[in-house]
C-alpha cells in the first residue's frame, strides 16, 4: 500500500514522495509536466521487489510551487529525499528531466545505480526544438497546445490509454511559468551558451563511478552512443527504437525486464 511522506528541502520547500514495496530502494524521478504518478503503470508491478521511492519534484504534482527551478534545486529535492529515506546512495531512475538530476546526482556521489530514460546529454538538437517553438510556449494563449505538440513529436501519442490520457491533462494543466523556468537555458541561451552547457554535461558523465543505463527510445546523433561509452567505460546505452521518449510506458515488460537486469548486474 502507497503511503505519502514530506520531507523539506534545503531552502524550505515541501517536496511530496511516497515510499512503498520491498527491502531495496530505488528512487524514480520523472519528466517535465509529470508527477510521481507517471511511474505507476511501472512500479505497482516491483512492489514486492524493490522499494519504489517516487518523488514529485518541485512546481510539480503537490510539491511546493514558487522558483527558481534550475538543475541545481532539483538536486536538492533528490538529496533530501534521500537523506530522509535511504542510509546508502539508491538505485535512481529517471526519465527526461529526471534523467538530467539523475546523471548530476550520480556525478556527485549522491545515487547509486543509474538508469537515465531518453535524456541525451547534448542538449543542442533539443534547445533548437524548444526555440523554434518559444513565442508560442512564451503566450499563455498558446502554451498549452505548443507544448503538446512537442510531445507528440516525440511519441507520447504511442503511449497507451489511459495513460496517454492522463500525460495529456497534466500537460495541458501544466504551470506555464516551471516551465518556462526549466528550460529557459535552452530558450534563452545562445550558441555559445548551448555549447558551455554540453561540455558541462559531458564532464559529469565523465565523473560518474557507478553503473550508468542511458535508455533511448528516439534517434540520437549519428556517434552519440559511441561518444557516451567513450566518456565514460560504465555506462551502457541502448535504443529501442520506434518506443519514443516514453519507452518505458510504451513497453513496461521490456522495461521492466532490463531494469531487473540491470539491478542485478550493477548490484551483484
Not at 520531507?7 to 524514480?28: A, C
Not at 512500479?43 to 522499494?51: F, G, I, N, V, Y
Request: hydrophobic share 40%; proline share 6%; with cysteine.
Amino acid at each position: 500500500m502507497t503511503s505519502a511522506t514530506r520531507s523539506i528541502t534545503n531552502d524550505d520547500f515541501e517536496i511530496v514522495y511516497d515510499d512503498s514495496g520491498g527491502d531495496l530502494p530505488v528512487v524514480w524521478l520523472h519528466g517535465i509536466t509529470e508527477d510521481r504518478w507517471s511511474w505507476q503503470t511501472v512500479t505497482e508491478q516491483l512492489a514486492a521487489e524493490l522499494r519504489c521511492i517516487r518523488i514529485d519534484f518541485r512546481g510539480h504534482g503537490e510539491s511546493s510551487h514558487g522558483g527558481p527551478y534550475d538543475a541545481v534545486r532539483l538536486v536538492s529535492d533528490l538529496a533530501a529525499v534521500i537523506e530522509a529515506t535511504c542510509t546508502q546512495p539508491p538505485v535512481v531512475v529517471g526519465h527526461s528531466l529526471g534523467g538530467i538530476v539523475a546523471t548530476i546526482g550520480a556525478a556527485t556521489g549522491l545515487t547509486g545505480p543509474v538508469v537515465s530514460i531518453d535524456q541525451p546529454l547534448r542538449l543542442r538538437p533539443f534547445s533548437q526544438l524548444v526555440q523554434s517553438s518559444a513565442p508560442r510556449l512564451r503566450d499563455p494563449v498558446t502554451y498549452a497546445e505548443a507544448l503538446m505538440e512537442e510531445k507528440i513529436g516525440l511519441g507520447m501519442d504511442r503511449v497507451p490509454d489511459p495513460v496517454f490520457g492522463e500525460l495529456e491533462r497534466k500537460t495541458r494543466a501544466s504551470d506555464q511559468e516551471v516551465i518556462l523556468d526549466i528550460w529557459k537555458p535552452m530558450l534563452d541561451g545562445d550558441s555559445d551558451e548551448i555549447s558551455v552547457a554540453d561540455t558541462a554535461l559531458e564532464q559529469l558523465l565523465r565523473e560518474i563511478n557507478v553503473p550508468y543505463l542511458a535508455l533511448h527510445g528516439q534517434p540520437v546523433e549519428d556517434d552519440y552512443a559511441q561518444w557516451v561509452q567513450t566518456a565514460n567505460r560504465r555506462a551502457t546505452f541502448e535504443c529501442w527504437e520506434g518506443s519514443g521518449h516514453w519507452l518505458h510506458l510504451v513497453d513496461p515488460d521490456r522495461f521492466l525486464r532490463r531494469l531487473e537486469q540491470f539491478v542485478d548486474e550493477a548490484l551483484r
